[in-house]
């Protein structure tokens, strides 16, 4: 730093004497050139401390050439010491200003130089683009003195060749070939530096090598060695010792193992001498390393001590401000301060008062939103219950042949009222699960034909009010089975459906199911539910997916409560999928979505392994003895002639009190065992009936949402459970598989009827 000073002196007194601007670029000039010498004379620091002077000179008077040359020629000197962040920064300050004057050889320069130290640390995309950019800004193209040409030709040239040897390197030979042929060319017309030369034959033998072309290798390697041997004063050892070393390689591969050894020696020699030149090298970057930190050191501890003097310079001349000033700003900020606590106090009483009120309002709303939800758990129960006797008994009497046609129509009516109430319950439970994301999916076999013709089926008595009719059209090679959540697929599609046969009257919905892949593990399926009804205007698009939203038509009254497309969106995202709507008004509406699914390859395909199957089983003259627990007296009339129906005997009792004494003295097959019932309940009974029998099928009736209880139950005992009201089908599927399993493991006969 004493250097820096001793300059800025002399600056002053060059500008105070009268010289121009232009005597002092040209002192900046001699004193880059003094430095470049010492620089290749091996004179490292002194070279470093001439072109420091350089740029501090350069820098007082924004002469912006003379600042590049020296950090250009100061990155190379932290290169040449491998100190590759400052010569990083070096480079990007000549860019920096050099663009202002567009000097080509110093850009060029700097971005050759920049892309060598990127290569060095193998950052080769990084390295890749700088080389690109050295070759743009080496273009002999436009306008360009003959100096300056001569100058950048080297740089593109070396390049050019670097480049190849990086694509060489990441065996994109396409690219290195191709960058070859280009400096091919540029040869025949241009004279570049001989060790170049030399550089482009080695990379052209390590092209062929890498694609195999022995012969052409070897050529590439001799006419390197040639020209380099020829040129014995100024010879590069790395480059010699690596081009014997390639072409002992590439000779070897090609049979002529005598001359590989040959060539090898004389690698060997080379590499010796160049150990001797690199210890000597290092030792040269060493010892300037060393002497350039002292340097540092010194002019870092020299500008230390100016800005002390200068700090006690300026003291005592601000002092007296500084004390006026810390008076005024004193008496202001005791003024604030006090200002601020009387506010802030004032605030922290109101604010106090405020999140007092804030926690009553959250624990209130927080008892709320528990009420509600204990309120919709007990509504729901208490609507299940019933609607399981309505359901049952319209079921029951419907199977009955002797009820004439108007009957029939009445408790057809009567069912669909029943199961719309039950949908209703079902979709206010859905809506309170997806928003606390409570819904996982399952992934079950499924017979994916049979569950769209009883989706269809359910809709028959719809479908004949409305006058409307359901296609089923499924692709031909769409798989019979695959694994998937049956219930929420199933209520996509029913809630999809539903809106159509909504909206549709004397029309027809197509219900379309297209194979978009397969391989052999997975299926991609895509489901469209098309109608030719009212349609939906553009702008209720968005509208009709949010709850409780609905089209309005002064002359239609549709029934719903606005939550069926909000729970199918929600749902279909489940499945990883968005839903897509396409309609028209007055010509029909069609909605889709996609979904893949995992194929199940274990299932039998066979016709015993239907439905079928489960019905002969239901039909069986065999007759098992089923426990039922039950407390509601509409729901035992249910249950029991739905039993007897279907070839079971039943006992029929009032509480868990009872069911755990019948299980005590009678054997059962399985037991039907309501959760809620008076004196004893359902989960005292099981635990009870555990304790002396662990393998007698208990199956859970509930009118609660099976998700909920699911985990509860089985952790108390029960073997499976089935929530009222129950499908039929499934009800019997459920006690049939229990009853095997518990006879096939235990290996039991028959309990028939006495």
């Given at each position: ?463 004949v009010e409305t006058n409307n009719k359901i296609n089923i059209l499924i692709d031909n090679h769409v798989p019979e ?274």
């Amino acid at each position: 730093m004493k250097t820096i000073l001793l300059i800025s002196f002399l600056s002053f007194t060059v500008l105070t004497s009268g010289k121009t601007d232009r005597d002092i670029i040209k002192k900046i000039d001699d004193i880059n050139t003094s430095a470049l010498a010492l620089y290749n004379n091996e004179e490292i620091v002194k070279s470093f401390k001439e072109f420091i002077n350089a740029k501090v000179l350069a820098d007082s008077i924004q002469d912006n050439y003379g600042s590049a040359t020296a950090n250009f020629n100061l990155g190379n000197i932290y290169y040449l010491m491998e100190n590759y962040d400052s010569a990083q920064k070096h480079y990007q300050l000549t860019l920096n200003v050099i663009k202002e004057i567009n000097d080509r050889y110093l850009i060029s320069g700097s971005y050759l130089n920049l892309a060598k130290i990127y290569r060095d640390q193998n950052d080769y995309t990084k390295s890749i683009k700088y080389f690109e950019k050295a070759l743009g800004a080496s273009s002999t193209k436009g306008g360009i003195s003959i100096s300056e040409k001569e100058q950048i030709q080297d740089i593109y040239f070396d390049a050019r060749i670097n480049l190849s040897e990086l694509y060489i390197k990441n065996n994109n030979l396409e690219k290195a070939l191709m960058n070859l042929l280009k400096i091919g060319d540029y040869l025949k017309t241009h004279s570049v530096n001989l060790n170049l030369q030399v550089y482009y034959n080695y990379i052209y033998g390590l092209y062929y090598t890498k694609k195999e072309l022995f012969n052409s290798a070897n050529t590439k390697f001799r006419e390197a060695i040639f020209l380099l041997e020829g040129n014995k004063e100024d010879i590069d050892l790395a480059l010699i010792s690596n081009i014997y070393m390639q072409l002992s390689i590439s000779l070897a591969k090609s049979g002529k193992s005598t001359e590989a050894y040959i060539t090898l020696l004389q690698h060997n020699n080379y590499k010796n001498e160049l150990s001797n030149e690199e210890k000597n090298r290092q030792d040269l970057i060493v010892k300037s390393k060393f002497l350039i930190e002292d340097y540092k050191n010194e002019a870092q501890t020299a500008n230390t001590e100016r800005l002390h003097q200068l700090e006690i310079a300026n003291k005592f001349k601000k002092i007296n401000i500084a004390i006026i000033i810390t008076l005024l700003l004193l008496v202001v900020s005791i003024i604030v301060i006090y200002k601020s606590y009387y506010a802030k106090e004032k605030l922290s009483k109101i604010l106090e008062a405020k999140n007092k009120e804030l926690e009553i309002a959250k624990d209130e709303a927080l008892k709320t939103s528990e009420l509600k939800s204990e309120f919709i758990s007990n509504v729901s129960h208490e609507l299940r219950t019933p609607l399981y006797g309505v359901v049952g008994i319209t079921s029951l009497l419907l199977e009955n042949n002797n009820l004439n046609n108007r009957d029939k129509k009445h408790l057809k009516s009567l069912k669909y009222s029943g199961d719309y109430l039950l949908n209703l319950v079902n979709d206010i439970l859905q809506v309170g699960k997806i928003e606390a994301n409570k819904i996982e999916l399952k992934n079950v076999s499924v017979n994916l034909k049979e569950m769209l013709d009883d989706i269809a089926n359910s809709f028959s008595y719809r479908l004949v009010e409305t006058n409307n009719k359901i296609n089923i059209l499924i692709d031909n090679h769409v798989p019979e089975y695959i694994k998937c959540d049956k219930v929420r697929l199933s209520q996509i599609l029913i809630n999809l459906i539903g809106n159509s046969v909504k909206f549709t009257s004397s029309g027809v919905i197509n219900l379309r199911v297209k194979l978009l892949s397969l391989d052999a593990k997975n299926v991609g399926l895509c489901f469209e539910v098309e109608d030719n009804g009212v349609g939906i205007p553009k702008e209720k698009f968005d509208m009709i997916f949010d709850n409780f939203s609905q089209l309005e038509n002064s002359n239609i009254n549709y029934q719903g409560t606005g939550l069926g497309l909000s729970i199918t969106k929600n749902l279909i995202e489940l499945f990883e999928s968005e839903i897509k709507l396409e309609s028209t008004l007055n010509v029909g509406t069609k909605v889709s979505f996609e979904v893949d699914f995992e194929l199940d390859k274990n299932t039998p395909k066979l016709a015993s392994d239907s439905k079928p199957k489960v019905k002969e089983l239901e039909n069986s003259e065999s007759k098992y003895r089923i426990l039922v627990a039950e407390d509601n007296k509409i729901n035992q009339v249910v249950t029991k002639n739905l039993l007897k129906k279907n070839g079971y005997l039943c006992t029929i009792v009032q509480n868990g009190k009872e069911a755990l004494e019948q299980a005590k003295t009678n054997e059962y097959d399985l037991v039907l065992m309501d959760i809620n019932m008076p004196i004893m309940d359902g989960n005292e009974a099981t635990v009870a009936i555990r304790e002396f029998n662990d393998a007698l099928p208990i199956v859970a009736l509930t009118a609660s949402d099976i998700d909920e209880i699911r985990q509860c139950c089985m952790d108390i005992g029960y073997n499976d459970i089935v929530i009222k009201p129950f499908d039929n089908y499934e009800f019997f599927q459920v006690i049939n598989q229990n009853i095997q399993n518990y006879r096939a493991v235990n290996n039991l006969s028959l309990v028939k009827a006495s």
